[in-house]
């Protein structure tokens, strides 16, 4: 792909980190959308400039790969790649997910771990950015071989990270089973009871509401946009959600209690639609019970017809709706399907996934009307109650479901204002990419300026 920048200064940048980083189109799309947005923020911070932020920003503290060996149910050796990629330390330690698919290389953990700055920024609390993860896939393996893997995952990773220097989470394919295996080497190898990783257990540390943090943050930010911008709410409102991970399963939860129809689901093989509404109950039973597919959905509710779609489930987004919230993974909405949602009425699409949406369905949506959320911003929810969770650790106590939840919604309220208000600033009103973008920015360039030539 061949990114250009009107400002010179930022496209000079950008075409230095597409020679530096080739062969990583993910990571290029990345900071395309960054660089692409930042210009109106130029004029009015000149330090930026001056003191050489962006070049260092777009380039990672640290990467560390490394093998991962680990032996299968029939004694077989298998080996996996493992990464961290200590992005920026600037306002706390690094913070990221672990992401265990087979589709994991280095560009990907690259764009998600450069989000991840802003993103973590954005929630207000002390967290740098990172992400690390594996081609590993944990789908149709046995506990055991998912033992095995995080294991040895972790025999390698404990010498990197650490409560105050880096707290890896949960992302796709690593829930609370993996984080448990993981968190249960760390401890036997240093021999500490620490707060090291975030999505644990409540047994061992972990927080209320973070299983459903990053769904109902979700909601949280896109209702605070539809009370601010349209004077409406979920009530009423017909909503399509891709995926049935964590984010999509907590996303309808909320959704629906905030009085919306929620009626499609999706997963890597195809989607239901349930014109009556999905029953939540059965999808949880499927996908956190079971571990199998969302196609079972239609086998045991008659109202509902699954369809195979070999192109990742983008056939979803033919379905209208108000609301869209994409929560699967990165570029599932093109341009094809943007056109079909706005040609359908779509008011809303707010990011659960990370960087789902491509650039020009983006624009698309930008260009007509649609009110656009990036998930830099509106997926904060997760991040920010690891943050929560660490607070939690640190002091050793456990704070009630409604805290958590309490603060976990004044927080995405918070970060729509902060980057509604932004945006307003520069002169972008309602263009929440650029708006979360330059907030997120801001902060960590006044500590990266504050801490000298790091
Ligand atoms: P899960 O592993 O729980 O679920 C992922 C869902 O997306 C599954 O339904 C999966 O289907 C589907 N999916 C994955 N890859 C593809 C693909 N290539 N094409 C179509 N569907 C796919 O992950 P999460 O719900 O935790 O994460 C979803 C997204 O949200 C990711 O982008 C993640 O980075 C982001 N996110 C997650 C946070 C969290 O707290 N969990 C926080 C912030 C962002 P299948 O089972 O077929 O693979």
Request: aromatic share 8%.
């Amino acid at each position: 792909m061949d990114y250009k920048i009107e400002n010179e200064y930022l496209n000079d940048l950008m075409q230095k980190v597409m020679a530096r980083n080739a062969n990583e189109p993910e990571f290029h799309q990345a900071v395309y959308e960054f660089l692409n947005s930042i210009a109106p923020a130029l004029p009015v911070h000149p330090e930026l400039i001056e003191k050489q932020v962006l070049e260092r920003i777009v380039e990672p503290e640290r990467q560390i790969m490394f093998r991962v060996a680990w032996i299968d149910d029939n004694g077989r050796i298998q080996v996996n790649r493992g990464y961290r990629i200590q992005f920026n330390s600037a306002i706390g330690p690094y913070k990221g997910g672990i992401r265990l698919h087979p589709s994991v290389n280095l560009s990907i953990l690259k764009f998600l771990g450069f989000e991840q700055i802003f993103k973590n920024s954005l929630t207000g609390l002390p967290m740098g950015g990172a992400k690390g993860g594996s081609d590993f896939d944990p789908k149709g393996k046995s506990d055991n071989e998912v033992m095995a893997f995080c294991q040895s995952f972790m025999r390698e990773l404990y010498r990197h990270i650490g409560p105050d220097c880096d707290v890896p989470a949960g992302d796709i394919g690593t829930g609370a089973r993996e984080i448990g295996f993981m968190f249960g080497q760390y401890k036997k190898i240093v021999n500490e009871f620490s707060g090291v990783l975030t999505g644990k257990k409540l047994s061992f540390g972990g927080s209320l509401a973070r299983t459903e943090a990053t769904g109902y943050g979700l909601c949280y930010f896109v209702n605070a946009l539809l009370r601010e911008k349209m004077d409406t709410s979920f009530e009423g409102k017909t909503v399509v959600i891709s995926g049935s991970g964590n984010v999509a399963i907590y996303a309808t939860e909320k959704a629906q209690q905030l009085g919306a129809k929620v009626v499609a689901l999706s997963d890597s093989n195809g989607y239901v639609y349930d014109p009556e509404g999905i029953k939540l109950d059965i999808v949880k039973d499927i996908k956190e019970v079971k571990r199998g597919r969302i196609s079972e959905y239609a086998d045991r509710v008659p109202s509902a017809k699954y369809t195979a779609d070999a192109n990742g489930s983008k056939g979803i987004w033919t379905i209208p709706c108000d609301i869209a919230l994409p929560c699967a993974t990165q570029n599932e909405l093109n341009l094809d399907s943007a056109k079909t949602l706005v040609a359908n009425g779509v008011k809303v699409v707010g990011e659960g996934a990370n960087m789902p949406t491509t650039l020009d369905a983006t624009k698309f949506f930008q260009d007509n009307g649609v009110f656009f959320t990036p998930g830099k911003a509106s997926n904060a929810g997760g991040v920010a109650t690891s943050g929560l969770e660490m607070c939690q650790n640190s002091a050793r106590l456990s704070w009630t479901f409604e805290e958590v939840d309490a603060r976990l919604k004044g927080i995405m309220e918070n970060i729509f204002h902060t980057v509604d208000a932004t945006a307003k600033e520069v002169g972008c009103e309602n263009n929440y990419v650029v708006g979360a973008n330059i907030a997120g920015l801001l902060k960590v360039s006044d500590a990266m300026i504050a801490q000298g030539c790091i």
